[in-house]
């Protein structure tokens, strides 16, 4: 099959990019994506909308020192086009501005460099950005950057973000004052009064459609007549900040589709990018792909979604491309290649035969050395990361030249694994690592466990939502967590009294509430007490005991641990003031991994019935809490 070639005009105001399958406009020298004609629309994008907010690159930034993750808001703009690349097979195009520290503007101290790029006989077209702060511009915040397009609301009504997450959609007009109810917070409402009447009694929030980076490769809406779809694949998750499990916005009513590369949410401000004044910096964001598929009237409109999965894999096993034209986007051959075998080293949780198991199913990653050690909060650099197959075994491909520390956590076990010493990937390189051991946190055998180690709270208790505030996706649905309002049921099901767990009795599928919130007394918010009771046949006075207690998310709360009296001072253990995950608000079943261990002395217990108290000491909100990943209780090596 022979495809038409390329072809580039250049207007006063304007961009024009065609390839025979479509025909994208692109203002000049603004790079804002004004116009996208495809399978007979004239234009996918809302044209009632201004053109400067239809497809475009955003951010959001604040002034070194400041704290929390708003500030000032930009949509960027460029102030240079350039032609990178223009033949028969493929346009590249520039839309640039430089950072001036003289201009009236408030503008983010950043070079900035976007571009576009049109290949021959491809249903889609591919943008990527590079930024860059020079060493002499002052420091500065950035929360949040991200591309952006508001589809044409007249055709795209159905939304699919995965095989289990798809449906059609209200309009954004359903969204206005007169036709909806704000209800908790501002991206959440009740639609009231919608236009299309098979809405009504729903809740609208654009949080309930967020998904983990290991799970975000495609996502996009389908227009059913004629059938169309509009699909973002991100084929890489290396210039994605956070790591695998990092949750991000995906589409929304609007109709919007996002590719998100740096933001805070369900994490706060501990993963804001915080740059000092003469602190250099350059990161290229992408490419991603916007990928376009339709077919004639009357055809089937669910092939769009099986498609559009097929050309996601298509475009990763194409990663990384070898077409960029910049070089701050280095091929497959400028790269570097790691790999090894993890095992673990628990010896409490290993057959005696053996003294090391593999580390089946593991998360292995590289992301750059930082000073928490954290590959969760590390947004600077690239991340690089893969699973290890049954027998341990890991391969990270095309790593970008630079240092790194080696990261895993395995499923099953707490903790993470963190190299001692930094890696140097070169270009070309081949790195055996060898057997690489990991030694869970573990001082004595198992007591009791409550849960599973896999960092979330999934499977903990979920009630089912209020009949008044309710997305039918998630009716029966494995993401129930992701309805509206669940914090106000813990109040209903223990009207009185904390919840009580007792070893050996309660279930914790049916008896541990998935988040551990406020409850409302008159007008106020107030912690909680949880209680752990567990019986003691044999105790040794003089050992230590130890409660690891795995965190899955904290809102801007206060965890302290007492045993055997509640009102014990000092408590065994205080977190202090804690997370600003906020992921009780935003329908999130987990934020950021933490994991504390209170160790008891055996003199606090005794033979018999003892309790640990878990209280949660702030209030004033109901999106202050904890959700709970693995609690488990260890006895002294000593004592078996």
């Not at 039918?472 to 049921?489: C, I, V």
Request: net charge negative.
């Amino acid at each position: 099959m022979s495809f038409q070639a390329v072809q580039l005009q250049i207007q006063d105001h304007y961009v024009v990019i065609d390839n025979g399958l479509l025909q994208m406009t692109i203002s000049n020298p603004g790079g804002i994506v004004t116009k996208i004609q495809y399978n007979g629309i004239q234009n996918l994008l809302e044209e009632t909308n201004e053109e400067d907010n239809r497809g475009y690159w955003d951010l959001n930034w604040s002034d070194a020192g400041s704290m929390g993750t708003t500030g000032y808001y930009e949509r960027i703009a460029g102030t240079n086009f350039k032609v990178i690349v223009e033949d028969d097979e493929m346009v590249e195009v520039s839309f640039s501005r430089t950072w001036d520290s003289s201009s009236t503007t408030k503008l983010v101290p950043l070079n900035i460099d976007k571009r576009f790029i049109v290949l021959q006989g491809s249903s889609g077209f591919y943008s990527y950005a590079i930024y860059e702060k020079l060493m002499e511009s002052p420091g500065f915040n950035l929360p949040q950057t991200r591309i952006a397009f508001k589809l044409n609301k007249q055709w795209f009504r159905y939304m699919v973000v995965a095989d289990d997450r798809q449906r059609d959609m209200p309009l954004p007009d359903d969204r206005l004052p007169e036709r909806c109810q704000t209800l908790a917070f501002p991206e959440a409402v009740l639609l009231t009064n919608p236009v299309e009447p098979e809405f009504k009694g729903e809740v609208d929030d654009k949080y309930q459609y967020s998904s983990e980076n290991k799970d975000l490769q495609v996502q996009g809406w389908i227009c059913k007549d004629p059938p169309t779809g509009f699909w973002q694949i991100t084929p890489s998750d290396e210039f994605r900040s956070g790591g695998p499990l990092k949750q991000n916005l995906t589409s929304h009513v609007g109709p919007t589709n996002l590719a998100m590369f740096i933001s805070a949410h369900y994490a706060g401000d501990d993963m804001v990018l915080k740059f000092a004044d003469g602190e250099p910096w350059k990161r290229v964001f992408g490419p991603v792909f916007m990928y376009l598929n339709g077919l004639p009237k009357g055809f089937d409109w669910n092939w769009l979604w099986e498609d559009a999965k097929q050309q996601m894999f298509t475009e990763t096993e194409s990663w990384p491309y070898s077409f960029p034209a910049s070089e701050d986007f280095p091929a497959s051959d400028q790269r570097g290649n790691l790999s090894g075998r993890l095992v673990i080293n628990d010896s409490y949780s290993i057959s005696d035969d053996d003294d090391y198991a593999p580390a089946d199913g593991a998360y292995v990653g590289l992301a750059s050395p930082n000073e928490s050690k954290s590959w969760q909060l590390e947004s600077k650099g690239y991340q690089f990361w893969t699973k290890a197959d049954e027998n341990g075994y890991f391969y990270i491909n095309d790593i970008r030249a630079g240092d790194y520390n080696l990261y895993a956590w395995v499923p099953g076990f707490i903790g993470d694994f963190v190299s001692d010493t930094s890696i140097s990937v070169t270009s070309g390189c081949e790195i055996d690592m060898g057997d690489i051991v990991y030694k869970p946190p573990r001082d004595g055998p198992t007591m009791w466990e409550i849960g599973v180690p896999d960092r979330t709270a999934r499977e903990f208790y979920v009630p089912d939502p209020d009949p008044m505030y309710v997305n039918k996706l998630y009716l029966n649905h494995p993401d129930r967590f992701r309805q509206y309002g669940l914090w106000d049921r813990y109040a209903e099901l223990y009207p009185n009294d904390d919840l009580v767990y007792t070893i050996g009795v309660s279930e914790y599928q049916k008896d541990w509430f998935f988040a551990q919130v406020t409850r409302k007394k008159d007008s106020t918010y107030l912690g909680t007490t949880w209680q752990i009771r567990f019986k003691l046949d044999n105790l040794n006075q003089n050992g230590v005991y130890k409660l690891r207690l795995a965190l899955a998310m904290v809102n801007q709360a206060e965890l302290q641990v007492r045993v055997n009296d509640v009102k014990a001072e000092p408590p065994v253990l205080t977190t202090g003031l804690i997370g600003h995950d906020n992921a009780i608000a935003r329908h999130g079943i987990h934020g950021l991994y933490r994991l504390y261990t209170a160790d008891i002395h055996g003199d606090k217990l005794v033979k018999g019935d003892n309790t640990v108290f878990l209280t949660q000491t702030r209030g004033g909100s109901p999106f202050v809490g904890i959700m709970y990943d693995y609690i488990r209780m260890e006895a002294p090596p000593d004592l078996s």
